[in-house]
């Protein structure tokens, strides 16, 4: 992937999809197509997406080039394969218990495993885990605790889904990285997969009104929500 070509093909790209006219008030792909070139976190991911929309430009001679068909149909296969999965998954909430870090005797060993590699608290606010706390797990002493849980980066349903499932496809075209081969199954609950959040913080991701986005500091992130 050339720079150069990047640059041009990503600014092509987002001038395609911001001159597309929505149709009606449900028309989703001005917005999605912006926005998904965007927040891609590759620069992999980026390409593959202006790549799906500078491909809805090319037609055989002498035939109608029906561009704005085609971006439509664009949008629509990364919202029925994309959003509405990783969406509607988000919304079906567990029971709380099931991730809570406490009783250490029915804890799985992945959530043992990232509590100790987080060094028993959350990664975002740095607050101590409750239990940990109290089963002298935490060695320095700490002015506030919290209940925790591990909270996936990549959804665990996707774990169940197969390799070759067009969710997978989506989501690696949208992300820039393969995925599917390193996470399906039990590989969802890997360490690379998992860090460790507070009960509120871990609701707000779970739910996709939370993220984190880079700021121009070493190391750091804002949170947004």
């Known amino acids: 992937m050339d720079s150069l070509d990047f640059e041009r093909d990503l600014a092509t790209a987002r001038g395609l999809a911001d001159a597309y006219v929505p149709q009606n008030d449900q028309d989703i792909t001005k917005r999605l197509l912006v926005a998904m070139p965007d927040h891609a976190p590759t620069e992999q991911g980026q390409w593959n997406l202006s790549r799906d929309i500078l491909d809805c430009t090319k037609h055989k ?3 109608e080039s029906h561009f704005d068909v085609k971006l439509q149909e664009i949008a629509e296969w990364y919202k029925v394969c994309f959003l509405i999965p990783i ?3 988000a ?3 567990p029971d709380p218990n099931e991730y809570l870090s406490g009783y250490p005797e029915n804890m799985p060993q992945y959530q043992k495993n990232v509590l100790r590699r987080d060094n028993y608290r959350s990664v975002i606010s740095g607050i101590v885990d ?8 935490v060695k320095k002493p700490f002015d506030l605790v ?5 909270a996936h980066i990549i959804p665990p349903f996707l774990g169940k889904c197969d390799e070759q499932a067009l969710v997978w496809t989506a989501l690696e075209r949208f992300s820039g990285l393969k995925l599917a081969n390193d996470l399906c199954g039990q590989n969802i609950d890997r360490l690379e997969n998992l860090f460790t959040l507070s009960v509120g913080e871990h609701s707000g991701f779970e739910q996709l009104i939370g993220w984190l986005e880079p700021v ?3 190391c750091l992130n804002l949170i947004r929500c």
Not at 130 to 137: E, F, I, L, Q, V
Not at 146 to 150: A, K, L, R, S
């Open 91 to 93: 919304s079906l909430r």
């Open 61 to 63: 001679a002498g035939e």
């Open 216 to 218: 121009p500091v070493c």
């Open 130 to 137: 409750y239990d940990s706390a109290t089963n002298g797990w």
């Open 87 to 89: 969406g509607f998954n």
């Open 146 to 150: 919290t209940f925790t849980q591990p």
